[in-house]
């Protein structure tokens, strides 16, 4: 077996899409923590939702 464990590369860029959505979530609802918006956190919580949903969904 391969070191990767398998794993093609849209595998590969679907996980890299993952952990940017999160990574972005992170970032906006910090800034709207930090900048008392409503509108940055509900924008991070949505980035959060969409991250977690396409780990849920696509399992390679």
Avoid: C, F, K, N
């Amino acid at each position: 077996m391969s070191p990767s464990g398998g794993r093609t590369p849209a595998d590969h860029q679907v996980r890299r899409l993952s952990v940017t959505l999160a990574v972005g979530a992170v970032l906006a609802s910090g800034s709207g923590v930090v900048a008392d918006t409503m509108w940055l956190l509900g924008t991070g919580a949505w980035l959060l939702i969409a991250a977690i949903l396409l780990e849920l969904v696509y399992r390679p």
